[in-house]
């Protein structure tokens, strides 16, 4: 995958740099903070659907690079980083889903709407909170070491 003869991979990779940890720190606010989560459902639900196209396409034209280039498939750097970034994609393919149910499925109280009602949280939300915020923590991790592993494969 290229644009004028330069590779995409460098370019869409800073999606999922910036989006990943941004969606991972969204996640923690949106479950553990219940009173703030009337204002945080959009921004967490938009920042996770880049995250997860983000590292998505970053994977796929990561593997394109290093198809078109025979020469850096056979260096434990490369072979470390691209190990990385499939462990991302797996990861946050999870938390996308785990988190598009928390968007949809947690109660959050309005100070728009008062009189509505509020809904109790039940076990299943409470499961689905807690598996947000470990994906999330392993989401931020994942992302900084696979980073690190491309830093280390371009500039190492």
């Known amino acids: 995958m290229e644009l004028s003869g330069i590779p995409l ?4 990779v800073h999606l999922a740099v910036v989006f990943g940890p941004l969606a991972a ?5 949106f479950c553990l903070m219940p009173r703030y989560r009337w204002v945080l459902r959009w921004p967490f639900a938009v920042a ?14 990561g593997e394109s690079l290093l198809q078109s280039r025979p020469a850096i498939q056979s260096s434990q750097v490369v072979q470390s ?3 990385a970034g499939l462990r991302v994609r797996n990861v946050i393919l999870a938390f ?10 947690l109660p959050g109280a ?10 109790a949280d039940g076990p299943l939300d409470w499961l689905i909170s807690a598996g947000t915020v470990i994906l999330a923590v392993v989401v931020g991790l994942l992302i900084v070491s696979a980073g690190h592993s491309g830093a280390r494969a371009v500039w190492g």
Request: glycine content about 8%; cysteine-free; overall charge positive.
């Open 96 to 105: 996308g889903v785990l988190g598009a149910l928390a968007v949809w499925r």
């Open 9 to 12: 991979h460098p370019l869409i």
């Open 48 to 61: 996770l659907l880049v995250a997860v196209g983000g590292v998505v396409l970053a994977t796929m034209s």
């Open 110 to 119: 309005s100070p728009l709407r008062p009189l509505d009602p509020p809904r």
């Open 25 to 29: 720190v969204l996640a923690l606010a």
């Open 81 to 83: 980083h691209a190990n």
